[in-house]
């Protein structure tokens, strides 16, 4: 156990701190996925999803892309299912309705879907790849009382969210603004040619 699980534990039980209660399963399926707004994104060529991981910032990932080659970001490409889910987890809709929308387009029983989605999210959540957006009475019940959003680090509501949103989309059109065009060092295939 950690020093800092131990401490928090200490709180709850001197009820300095409000303990955690877990969601209830319909809780859960009330929940909004929201992608994360710093992570960059975009469909390739199959039109699958590929999502750019940027390395770690912290001071093991600093030192060991100092020691090794470790690439400043990696992209992550998602199957067509994966792809599908990443692309529905807008904030809009809630797990149920997720669920919902994959039955009927891959025609699958409720129980594998509930299962496959679940983990799948939860695989998502653990990355940082996605948070969750819940109800006010909900966020009070898990302790995040004032906090709609879960799961992402530095954004807590949907102001925060929105705001995060907006910066991406900034970096995003200052990000094309920089890279050069279409005629940039671009060899054609008859330049290509008269160099053999």
């Known amino acids: 156990m950690s020093l800092l699980s131990l401490g928090s534990r200490l709180l709850e039980q001197f009820g300095l701190k409000r303990p955690r209660s ?25 039109d699958d999803v590929e999502v750019v991981i940027p390395r770690r910032s912290d001071r093991l990932g600093r030192v060991l892309g100092f020691l090794f080659y470790v690439p400043e970001s990696r992209p992550l490409v998602l199957d067509e299912v994966g792809s599908r889910v990443w692309q529905l987890c807008d904030g809009e809709r ?5 669920i919902a929308t994959l039955r009927e387009e891959y025609k699958l029983d409720r129980r594998e879907v509930e299962v496959s989605l679940t983990e799948y999210l939860r695989s998502l959540g653990k990355r940082g790849m996605i948070g969750f957006l819940v109800p006010e009475e909900m966020a009070r019940e898990m302790g995040e009382e004032g906090n709609d959003l879960v799961g992402l680090p530095g954004v807590s509501t949907r102001d925060e969210l929105e705001q995060a949103r907006a910066q ?29």
């Open 22 to 46: 877990p969601l209830t399963r319909e809780q859960a399926f009330e929940a909004r996925p929201v992608r994360n707004p710093s992570l960059k994104w975009r469909l390739n060529d199959d």
């Open 94 to 98: 809630t797990v149920e309705e997720i």
């Open 168 to 196: 991406a989309t900034v970096d995003d059109e200052e990000t094309e603004q920089d890279e050069p065009g279409d005629d940039s060092d671009e060899v054609s295939p008859d330049e290509d040619s008269d160099n053999e």
